[in-house]
């Protein structure tokens, strides 16, 4: 099995403004994935290539001038996504 090369931020935002947040997201150049580990829950996973990684933080930290109620709460590992 071929290994995922992915970097992975978790944040928590308010369930009402994920789709917000993954329209902006998608918006922005698709530089990340996001994805939520479970149906009406705040935690949001960004997965990002190690070439978009950067970008995907400048995005982030933009977007987060608009809705200040993201928090990031730093990279997770790939086995709590299921991906590895």
């Known amino acids: 099995?071929?290994?995922?090369?992915?970097?992975?931020?978790?944040?928590?935002?308010?369930?009402?403004?994920?789709?917000?947040?993954?329209?902006l997201m998608d918006g922005s150049g698709?530089?990340?994935?996001?994805?939520?580990?479970?149906?009406?829950?705040?935690?949001?996973?960004?997965?990002?290539?190690?070439?978009?990684?950067?970008r995907t933080l400048q995005v982030l930290n933009l977007i987060k001038k608009h809705m200040p109620e993201i928090e990031v709460l730093g990279e997770t590992e790939t086995e709590y996504m299921d991906i590895g």
């Open 1 to 23: 099995m071929k290994e995922i090369k992915a970097k992975i931020i978790l944040l928590r935002i308010p369930v009402s403004k994920i789709g917000l947040f993954t329209a």
């Open 30 to 54: 698709r530089n990340a994935i996001v994805r939520t580990k479970e149906k009406k829950k705040d935690e949001v996973y960004l997965i990002t290539t190690p070439h978009t990684y950067e």
